[in-house]
């Protein structure tokens, strides 16, 4: 069968592997989670061979190493996201647990009765329901901001919601089921000016778009390395040196003290003060790998690419009979990241068809039950792409969608 | 298993079924089911009156494989008692987990006996379990 020439494949094993494959496995979830190249995995396995002691807890070598490879990689994501000087990098489990840090040890102390955090109502799960429990706890309230007819904010939207009640701005900078980019810039701006303080969920964003947070001025930036083509049980969470230091710990233990008396405790200065307890050391080497993965290539290359992989996805998807968009019908303002529906079948068994010719894509709600409810469908399929993704694989997806409907004695072909 | 076997001429037909689609006029208990992973909402009415299932209805969304199984547990329900269905229930789920294999023990399932190989396709045993779950959750409320 004939392949594409895809440049990046051969640097993913699980890719090497399944080209060999008489049918090669299209991996089309890549929002989900992205498939890891060598170089990550290379990376982990040679902290764990060569460098493996407790960083932070060790007088001798193989520990101060440890130690390096830490701040090595803390300095390698402030020069990947250009991380201004008086901010910090803290690693975390993931977006979700940074998220929930940022709920626990700034929403709960600073947020209180008549407050108002302000949210888009297409949040995933994990940065909607830490702040149900903030405003739960705290008496402050949640104001949505909804979605116009492109599946995005506009800026009036938040013009409208933002007031001197805002204290707190929390939202995607890409969202991970309509693929639609958030004018966050301007949103921070509009919140800025409000004197409120602004979050922003880049975990969709990092893996397709340059991210430059001195630039976009957010006050805290999170984002999860597994969807980075890095391993999973990392994550990041950026914060303004001033906020951290405000802010009390999430976990307690090792790690982030200074002394401890017998009844109490000073903590460690930002970033240890946030980083208790054994770090993944392992998963903080193979996201090194990644980001020097990425470093190497020409991502402008890569973007464009998805770019055009994305355009195309959409123009072909249009082309099926019953296939519906949701969401952003255009290729405007919106990363590789696609929603739609086949007339007259749940996306879980679309999803089951497509898996029989070997398509892996995501159907359900993908931890957005508010925005399914919001545009008013219970469930959607969803191809979310990457630089290693062809069009030959867009074309069986097509293809394989065409036959869809006939499992249910539906006809495929278009009614009018 | 293969789409054949999973997409079969009884699923399907249970899948499209209507019957049991009509919300209840009096309800004694209702339930919600749900199946986070992929967006499965059952909503279920029984009316049960002296321990004994008089009328059944299965609202709500689900994929082709949920609403099938719904469709064959309002079947076998309608006009139990409470310890009846409790029972079907029970021979439901260790059908699917294997633990009953026997035909003449699966007799009494009557249709639900299409699902009897959805193991084979683990990421579909949540769909043909969640009305039987959800009805088990409905009992437990009404008693
Ligand atoms: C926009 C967004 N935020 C947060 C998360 C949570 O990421 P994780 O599960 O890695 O913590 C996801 C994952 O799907 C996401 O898409
Ligand atoms: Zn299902």
């Not at chain 1, 090792?254 to 109490?264: A, H, L, N, T």
């Not at chain 1, 019953?322 to 739609?340: A, C, D, E, S």
């Not at chain 1, 029989?356 to 399929?381: E, F, K, M, S, Y």
């Amino acid at each position: 069968m004939s392949r594409v020439v895809n440049p990046y494949r051969k640097d993913f094993p699980l890719f090497q592997a399944e080209d060999q494959k008489e049918l090669a496995l299209a991996y089309l979830d890549n929002a989900a989670t992205t498939q890891k190249p060598y170089v990550t995995l290379l990376a982990e396995q040679l902290y764990y061979e060569s460098k493996n002691a407790n960083p932070h807890r060790g007088a001798y070598d193989l520990s101060v190493e440890a130690t390096m490879l830490l701040e090595e990689t803390r300095d390698m994501v402030k020069h990947f996201f250009t991380v201004p000087k008086e901010g910090e990098i803290i690693f975390t489990k993931g977006a979700t647990e940074s998220l929930n840090l940022l709920a626990y040890s700034y929403g709960l102390t600073h947020l209180k009765q008549g407050d108002e955090i302000l949210l888009p109502i297409s949040e995933h799960h994990s940065n909607l329901v830490p702040w149900q429990m903030v405003a739960k706890q705290t008496g402050c309230k949640l104001v949505y901001l909804n979605l116009n007819e492109e599946a995005n904010i506009s800026l009036e939207e938040v013009k409208g919601k933002l007031s001197n009640k805002t204290k707190l701005v929390t939202l995607a900078q890409v969202s991970n089921v309509t693929g639609s980019i958030y004018p966050v810039a301007e949103i921070i701006r509009l919140a800025h000016e409000k004197g409120a303080i602004v979050i922003v969920d880049g975990t969709q964003a990092v893996p397709h778009l340059q991210v430059d947070i001195t630039e976009l001025n957010p006050d805290f930036y999170v984002c999860s390395g597994h969807k980075l083509y890095g391993p999973m049980g990392v994550g990041i969470l950026y914060g303004k040196m001033d906020l951290l230091n405000q802010m009390s710990p999430f976990l307690y233990g090792g790690d982030m003290i200074e002394y401890v008396e017998d009844f109490s405790a000073t903590y460690a200065p930002v970033p240890q003060k946030f980083e208790a307890g054994t770090q993944n050391m392992g998963s903080i080497a193979g996201l090194r790998g990644a980001l020097t993965y990425l470093e190497e290539k020409n991502r402008n290359q890569l973007f464009q690419y998805e770019e055009e992989l994305s355009n195309y996805l959409l123009e072909q998807l249009k082309k099926v009979p019953h296939v519906q968009l949701v969401g952003n019908k255009t290729g405007n303002n919106r990363i590789g990241v696609v929603p739609f529906l086949v007339e007259d079948v749940h996306p879980h068994d679309v999803v089951t068809i497509l898996n029989q010719d070997r398509i892996a894509i995501r159907a359900g709600h993908h931890c957005a039950q508010p925005l399914h409810r919001h545009l008013d469908v219970l469930a959607t399929c969803r191809v979310s792409l990457s630089f290693y993704n062809t069009k030959e694989e867009i074309d069986r997806l097509c293809e394989s969608l065409k036959g869809v409907r006939r499992w249910f004695g539906y006809g495929s072909e278009r009614t009018i | 298993m293969d789409l054949k076997e999973l997409y079969s001429d009884i699923i399907l037909e249970y899948s499209q079924d209507k019957t049991y689609r009509k919300p209840l006029m009096r309800p004694t208990v209702r339930n919600r089911g749900v199946n986070p992973s992929c967006g499965d909402n059952i909503e279920l009415e029984l009316q049960i009156e002296d321990h004994r299932i008089k009328e059944v209805a299965i609202l709500g969304k689900g994929c082709a494989i949920s609403e099938a199984s719904a469709g064959v547990m309002a079947e076998l329900i309608q006009g139990k008692t409470v310890e009846e269905a409790r029972t079907l229930s029970d021979l439901f789920v260790s059908m699917i987990q294997k633990k009953v294999t026997e035909e003449q023990q699966l007799k009494s399932l009557e249709a639900g006996i299409a699902f009897q190989n959805i193991s084979n396709m683990p990421a579909r045993v949540k769909c043909a379990v969640l009305s039987w779950h959800t009805l088990e959750e409905a009992l437990n409320q009404e008693a």
